[in-house]
């Protein structure tokens, strides 16, 4: 039997944030493997995946020119599976990217640091693909967005580091300034802090940048609840859930303030949903018992 790992599995067995995940998906980088009653599941080369970016990441390859040669092998090669695994560096400190294809090396727009066994191997056997060109100012603004919201995630996951995290979030929305995802790790930065004020101010941008935004309704919806405007956290989490109906966490969230507002009903039915997305979560036996 194939083992199925949720999103919230995924973050937690590679030690990476689930917004961090979320990005990587709504750009297509990283796509589940399949859906279990309508619910994304992922698999074990899912993990090898994320693995396998996060190694590159650490290693100094911007997530661009990550994307950008999956991009291109998806294109040229789509009988390539798995593009990000079967992609190659030519050689140490070499910026050539090669993959597998027909018996050749072919060589891609992009730089990823996986396997040296063949760094050997005669010039003459390498192709190369001519790569896309994209206009230069956009290219330049949305690499640098890119790296420094990378280089953000890194950081923010470390008190000691918050300061040099806002300063790349901060330099991320600078080159980009509609990055609602840049936006909405800062704020979490900020909240962690203490500091509300600028952390609800980088939530609300985001949503203006991305209404449906998950994390920022969420967000939003938290610090409405800590100054007791139920009623405005309530809508926020309605956003969040239509957003992505089949997130645990918020439906736990919700189900706790619809019984602080004694709307029993309601309180159950997300209970309920939340038993039938992880029936074995840490909310688990809570949810059983309130809706025994």
Known sequence: MVTAYTLGDVARICKVSQSRLRYWE???????????????????????????????????????????????????????????????????????????????????DGQLLLDFAFADAAEGEIQAIEPR???????????????????GCVLDSDRSTYAEAIEAYERAIEAAPDFADAYCNLGSVYFNQGRRSPARACFERACE??????????????????????????????????????????????????????????????WRRYLQLDPAGLWAEIARKRVS
């Open 209 to 270: 940048i991305d209404p449906n935004h998950l994390e920022a309704n969420l967000n939003l919806a938290t610090l409405e609840e800590e100054i007791g405007r139920d009623g405005v956290a309530l809508r926020y989490y309605r956003v969040a859930i239509a957003a992505d109906p089949l997130h645990a966490d918020a439906q736990v969230s919700i189900a706790l303030l619809y019984e602080k507002l004694g709307v029993n009903s309601k309180a159950n039915e997300h």
């Open 26 to 108: 709504r750009t297509a980088l990283l796509e589940a493997s399949g859906h279990i009653d309508t619910k994304p599941v992922y698999a074990f080369r899912d993990l090898v995946v994320v693995k396998s970016i996060l190694d590159l990441l650490d290693r100094g390859v911007p997530l661009r020119r990550i994307r950008r040669s999956v991009e291109d092998v998806r294109e040229r090669m789509p009988d390539v599976d798995q593009p990000l695994g079967a992609l190659r560096m030519w050689a140490e400190g070499s910026p050539r990217v090669v993959v597998r294809h027909d018996g050749k090396w072919v060589e891609t």
């Open 133 to 151: 060109v994209a206009p230069a100012w956009d290219e330049h603004a949305l690499r640098t967005a890119e790296e420094q919201f990378e280089r």
